[in-house]
């Protein structure tokens, strides 16, 4: 190999690890605003510059977190629990049993896509302390990906820092990765030596990887980087603000041809200032309007609700409570954004049965090959004759059943205990109507 040539894969490595920190660094901000955690330090201290260390000796700065509102808000798909189907009463029965938190932490994982935009989720198989097997899914937030070519849309490895137990102030082994591939995993720590290595059983990279929107250019998507700027400029106009009402009750105090070989002493109600005949003194109060700041805050918030197809009200007494047909005219383009959504996570949800199919089968159990899902839109509020002429409807069509009305109103129930709890409550209510019945024929 030619000089130049190692030059030129020397360049190429050093530019894909600077990225891939970049991208790092990128991805924790996200997170810290999601979390509110010391969102101070990107607007001063070590990344930010926007405050000197004197300012913030006046007030603290200002922590809105208007990033987990946003995404929260956005984050509709599992708001209900989906049905899932695979196609007999067995097999939905063994596969609810298995997927006991998978409603649970697809919640989180839609979070996750909307805040980070390409997180991984690993498809794990554990057992319960009960003894009881089932699957769980984490969220690896950061990890780097390595594709086989021509293929750059699916991974066929995958490399991510292990969650290490950094709270144990004694723990402090070397940080540790892992590698996964469709063949092996390797665990190996921050020097590249090998600590333990397995083979894949599965045959598959147990991995799925969620996005917020199609991939354009780069696999890894954006995030919502536009909601936690804006968060981020709340942020400094609020601590402005702070510092601006500080200056303004209390004033700046100056004085003028005082003693030079003096001393000025803070002024204070129980203080006495020595000035000499010539001396003056005076309190000046900053310029500003606090009510402006607040309405470019406004401003700001419903400027971003509306690039993501919401709306927001700051005055209650504007907003009377509306129909359900109003409200859904008023939240028609996310509406319209929400349905689009669906459409990506039922096919996240197929490639992900696929995983969970390939895992069952290796640990014993056989899932079938058919899987459907059917998503649950969330109900606008309307008039309980309006549901009752919808469901009599619906029921008299065959649309919907008592099963399902039922779970509807109590999401904790699976379909066969509802099934269940009606028909004993059929059984205790038949005998009440024989007696009415009695009693009017006599």
Known sequence: MSYAEDVIKQSISDMKLNKSRSRRKSIEKLINYYTGTDTWQYIAGNSGNYFDSQSFNEVPPYGMNLTKKFIDKKSRIYTLSPNRDLGNKSANKMYEDLTEYKDLRMKHMERMTNLIGTPAVRVMWVEKEDGQVCFDYRVVYYYDAYFTPPNPYKPKAIIYPVLNPTADVSYTDPAEYAYWDDKVNIIYDEHGNIKAEYPNPYGVLPFIFPRDMEQIDDFYGEGSSDVVNVNEHLNILMTE???????????????????????????????????????????????????????????????????????????????????????????????????????????????????????????????????????????????????????????????????????????????????????????????????????DRE
């Open 241 to 439: 603000l702070m510092l601006g009402l500080r200056f303004q009750m209390f004033g700046q105090s100056w004085a003028s041809g005082v003693y030079e070989d003096q001393p000025i002493a803070r002024v204070g109600s129980d203080k006495l200032i020595n000035l000499p005949a010539e001396g003056r003194f005076g309190i000046e109060s900053p310029g500003g309007d606090p009510q402006k700041v607040l309405e470019i805050a406004k401003g700001m918030i419903e400027m971003l609700a509306i690039s993501k197809h919401m709306y927001v009200t700051f005055d209650s007494n504007q907003d009377r409570p509306s129909s359900g047909l109003a409200l859904m005219i008023k939240d028609f383009e996310f509406v319209e954004d929400y349905k689009d959504d669906i459409e990506s996570w039922r096919s996240l949800e197929k490639d992900l049965y696929y995983i969970e199919k390939s895992i069952a089968s290796v640990n014993g159990f056989a899932l079938p090959d058919k899987f459907s899902i059917d998503f649950k839109e969330p109900e606008y509020p309307r008039a309980i004759s309006e549901q009752i002429l919808k469901d009599d409807w619906e029921l008299s069509h065959g649309l919907i059943t008592l099963e399902e009305i039922l779970k509807r109103d109590n999401s904790d129930l699976s379909l066969e205990q509802a099934r269940q709890i009606i028909s004993k409550n059929k059984e205790s209510i038949e005998p009440m109507e024989k007696v009415v019945e009695e009693n």
